[in-house]
């Protein structure tokens, strides 16, 4: 997909940071734009990291709405490393939330970024974690975007879920939709289960990418100006 090679942020300076999250060190890259009022936190996929160009897309466009970004690491170098043998921490949902967890906690603290409300952005496996940890932190996460996600993942928590949500599935993701049909029975927050039609998992069908782009900006817009308002 061709849009994806044109992401460069030329009015948004991205840093490289070093995000504390409990005893480990994750790598991120960080991006506030002029007068932001909210930020929104990436979750990345099992196998995926902060640098994935799908993310690093949605992030661009968010960042053009005038919302703050931190795309990080959930895994440390190590731990990367052993992953891609045993493919299993990357479906540990309890410790890829605790790493969202402390990365909010991050946020929270950091001199830029402290005043901000905060959203996640979660896909495949870190849309669990993101409703996990906003489950955990319902007085800190103003709102929740998954893409192609797997909310099931999320167990018991999905129950207790107050942020509102927005579920993004491809229409060529049977599986997937059923899924997320499911887990949003479950949640009793405001929430929407957008279905985007001639898209598979990975929205790599043209314009299928960018549809999932407008709809998160949409409604972190929505939210997050929503929280700045009610604070």
Do not use: C
Not at 54 to 64: E, G, W
Not at 80 to 108: M, Q
Not at 123 to 133: E, F, M, P, Y
Not at 181 to 201: N, W
């Amino acid at each position: 997909m061709g849009t994806l090679t044109k992401i460069k942020n030329k009015n948004n300076h991205e840093h490289l940071v070093a995000v504390q999250a409990g005893s480990v060190t994750l790598s991120g890259n960080l991006v506030i734009p002029t007068g932001a009022q909210g930020i929104v936190l990436f979750a990345h996929g099992s196998g995926s990291s902060r640098l994935s160009p799908r993310n690093r897309y949605v992030a661009k466009v968010l960042n053009d709405a005038g919302l703050g970004t931190l795309l990080f690491d959930l895994l440390t170098s190590r731990e990367e490393s052993i992953d891609r043998h045993s493919l299993h921490l990357r479906f540990d949902i309890g410790l890829l939330a605790s790493r969202l967890k402390g990365a909010t906690d991050w946020i929270a603290q950091h001199a830029k970024t402290h005043r901000l409300n905060i959203g996640y952005f979660g896909a495949s496996t870190g849309s669990a974690a993101a409703l996990i940890a906003a489950a955990e932190k319902p007085d800190m996460i103003s709102v929740i975007v998954s893409r192609g996600g797997r909310p099931d993942l999320a167990g018991t928590a999905l129950t207790r879920v107050q942020t509102p949500t927005l579920l993004i599935v491809g229409g060529n993701d049977p599986m997937v939709i059923d899924l997320n049909q499911d887990a949003f029975a479950k949640i009793s927050a405001e929430k929407h289960l957008e279905i985007v039609p001639g898209a598979t998992h990975l929205f790599e069908e043209s314009g299928a990418l960018e549809q999932v782009a407008q709809l998160a900006s949409q409604w972190f817009q929505k939210h997050l100006n929503a929280a700045n308002t009610a604070s």
